[in-house]
């Protein structure tokens, strides 16, 4: 399996990083757990701070992940260098990474950077397989 089809697997699971903490932190004033199984898709309307936007990074993560592997597909397919996918793939891994962190952070401009960063390596993607 190339480097490039394991970020594809980290990019599947950063979103449930994000999740993990969105849960974890998203506690009442009593310190009790804001989640519950019976009505889940209320939680993000009763979460506020850091639970939050470790939320909104979840979102976004599942968003940004469809261009990007499909983007990894494509080059395999069109046999763009394999070096060149690999490392597109990583940056790409790191900046979504970093995104997160910065959402949760609470780094508008960093946040805003890293994902401007992210879709240019899915654009270079796209190129290197022209």
């Known amino acids: 399996m190339t480097i ?12 449930y990083a994000c999740f993990g903490i969105a849960r974890n932190r998203g506690r009442g004033p009593d310190g009790r757990r804001l989640r519950d199984n019976r009505h889940p898709r209320d939680f993000p309307e009763v ?3 850091v639970a939050k936007r470790a939320w909104d990074a ?3 993560a599942f968003e940004a992940f469809p261009a990007f592997a499909a983007a990894v597909i494509i080059a395999q ?7 060149r996918i690999d490392t ?4 790409w891994l790191a900046a979504r990474v970093g995104h997160a962190s910065f959402y949760v952070l ?7 950077a890293s994902q401007f ?3 240019a390596c899915v654009l270079g993607l796209f190129i290197i397989s022209a």
């Open 4 to 15: 490039a089809f394991w970020c594809v697997l980290g990019g599947i699971l950063l979103p």
């Open 47 to 49: 979460i506020s701070g």
């Open 58 to 60: 979840q979102l976004n």
């Open 77 to 83: 397919l069109a046999h763009a260098p394999q070096h």
């Open 88 to 91: 597109l793939s990583l940056i």
């Open 106 to 112: 609470d780094r508008h401009a960093l946040r805003s």
């Open 117 to 119: 960063l992210g879709l």
